[in-house]
């Protein structure tokens, strides 16, 4: 049928944005004025607004309140244009609870991406790279602003990540640990399944939470097929529905985990200033990894209970010692890891330190150029995780995050940082099903930063909670990379996924939320 068509998609899509663009903008009724220390523009429009409560007029910035909302005189061009006919070219005009022109258009490319990511009628690379082009053509920023983002630093670290998971598959380190795991569980389906996710899970803390989840399919996959146990059935659901969901909780137990974590914890550093190193962000989330890698699994469990008569069958073949080429990429991938938990006495950046590391790998030969250019996946390091940066950053400085910080902040205004918390960490797990999880958390920090420091709240605490939230995107098979690999081998339907999701997702947050009062209060955050 023709809506099934990926032409009417995307039809559909930009007919959205268009509908977005032409909607009526609102105005607002505050506008934050720069510049004016000699108070020369208040002075000449003190008919038509008023300095708001707690604003000097001898001092850099100050907020004013339209008398009049909706006349021509109650706007940010009326105010741009007495600065302009006083030549009060130092002066500018910010909106505080408006939405600017600027980032009007912003949202209507939003929702254009939004929808492209969704129904996927192009591929997500070009989809994420179109993010730069939109920026560029509805002048939100200049060419140099939408570009850089593709290669930031975060993206590189990223890519190291990536990297580093292939150096381990290329060793056989994979293959060593598949064998281990085999050993340590014996027979039973059941205790393989539990040992593999819950050990490949926390494990996913320090490489990618993709690359681990793939190495425990492809591990998993021969058995399941040695014993005969057919797609669809639970068994096949619990075994492979598993991995996903135990290697997206464990992606948040440090900054290597996933790209959710890193632009979080860049978002917050390019906006407040704040910086959260890679041992910080461990010890703040790597109980919450702890606890939630085995819950996820056993809620798996007893949604799909598996079937005790499939019995693994023993395996007595012995790999030997470690060989030179696993001892290499161990010692180079623990030393990288060294430099990043001990960044704050060095001071080397993370993309650094990583691609040095990679360097490495490739001059003592545990990898080939090839080996990175055939098994790294370009479009998802440099395209979507680069054009999600660049669309989070775009959020903030076209105006649309103030925006909607301050249309939602008499929301939770007085409440504390518990609602706030909550609020976000909800928001963020429903959200990220929807677009990727570094997508969904470079969108909503730069919107929940202001509402923080409104509220009096540390902005680190929503950067986390938002890295540890994002990581239940667990209601569709979009929702996460280790989702969809896991779902590529067409063992489950997508609707078991949303069915074990709809179960684990309020139970995950709850336990993130106990981790946050508890361990975090303990460590001062709080």
């Known amino acids: ?304 209970r598996p079937d005790p008569k499939f019995k693994l069958p023993d395996f007595d073949e012995d790999l030997g010692p470690m060989t030179l080429i696993e001892k290499k990429a161990l010692t180079i991938i623990g030393l990288s890891f060294v430099l990043w938990l001990t960044k704050g006495l060095h001071g080397i950046d993370y993309s650094v330190t990583g691609m040095l590391g990679v360097t490495c790998l490739v001059l003592f030969k545990v990898l080939k150029w090839r080996d990175i250019n055939d098994n790294l996946e370009w479009g998802t390091a440099l395209f979507i995780f680069g054009g999600g940066i660049s669309l989070g950053l775009a959020m903030g400085y076209s105006g649309a995050a103030d925006y909607f910080a301050n249309l939602f902040f008499p929301l939770i205004q007085g409440k504390g940082w518990l609602v706030l918390f909550i609020g976000v960490g909800v928001f963020g797990a429903l959200v990220t099903n929807a677009m990727a999880n570094v997508a969904a958390a470079a969108l909503i920090l730069p919107i929940v930063i202001p509402m923080a420091q409104l509220e009096g709240v540390d902005p680190t605490i929503l950067a986390l909670c938002l890295g540890t939230a994002t990581s239940f995107a667990m209601l569709l098979v979009i929702g996460c990379p280790p989702n969809a690999i896991a779902y590529s081998y067409r063992y489950f339907k997508s609707s078991d996924l949303t069915k074990v999701g709809l179960v684990a997702t309020p139970i995950l947050l709850i336990v993130l939320i106990v981790v946050a009062s508890v361990w975090w209060k303990i460590l001062g955050l709080i």
Not at 213 to 218: D, F, H, P, R
Not at 267 to 275: A, D, N, Q, W, Y
Not at 287 to 303: D, G, K, R
């Open 1 to 304: 049928m023709f809506y099934k068509t990926n032409g009417f998609k995307l039809c559909v899509a930009i007919l959205i944005g268009v509908i977005v663009f032409l909607l009526p903008r609102p105005e607002g009724t505050q506008f934050k004025i720069t510049g004016d220390t000699d108070q020369i523009l208040l002075q000449n429009v003190a008919e038509h607004f008023l300095i708001m409560p707690g604003g000097k007029a001898d001092t850099a910035s100050y907020i004013l309140k339209a008398t009049t909302p909706g006349s021509l005189e109650a706007s940010a061009k009326f105010l741009v244009q007495k600065a302009r006919d006083m030549n009060l070219d130092t002066i500018t005009v910010d909106y505080v609870d408006g939405l600017s022109p600027k980032a009007k258009r912003f949202l209507a490319i939003l929702s254009v991406l939004v929808i492209l990511f969704v129904v996927e009628p192009i591929p997500l690379e070009i989809t994420a790279v179109c993010i730069g082009v939109f920026l560029v053509i509805m002048q939100i920023t200049d060419v140099k602003s939408a570009w850089a983002p593709y290669m930031h630093p975060v993206v590189i670290f990223i890519m190291c990540c990536l990297i580093f998971a292939i150096s381990l598959d290329k060793a056989g380190l994979t293959k060593r640990l598949g064998y281990f795991i085999i050993k340590k569980a014996g027979n039973s389906i059941t205790r393989f399944t539990f040992i593999i996710a819950i050990g490949l899970g926390l494990a996913s803390s320090f490489m990618h939470d993709a690359a681990a989840c793939a190495i425990g399919i492809v591990t998993m996959l021969p058995l399941m097929r040695a014993v005969g146990i057919e797609p669809h059935t639970n068994t096949a659901k619990f075994m492979m529905l598993s991995l996903p969901f135990a290697c997206s909780c464990g992606g948040m137990g440090t900054l290597v985990g996933g790209g959710r974590c890193m632009v979080s914890a860049a978002f917050l550093k390019e906006f407040t200033g704040i910086e959260i190193t890679f041992f910080d962000w461990m010890l703040y989330c790597m109980p919450a990894a702890f606890l939630t890698v085995p819950i996820a699994v056993f809620i798996v469990y007893l949604v799909f």
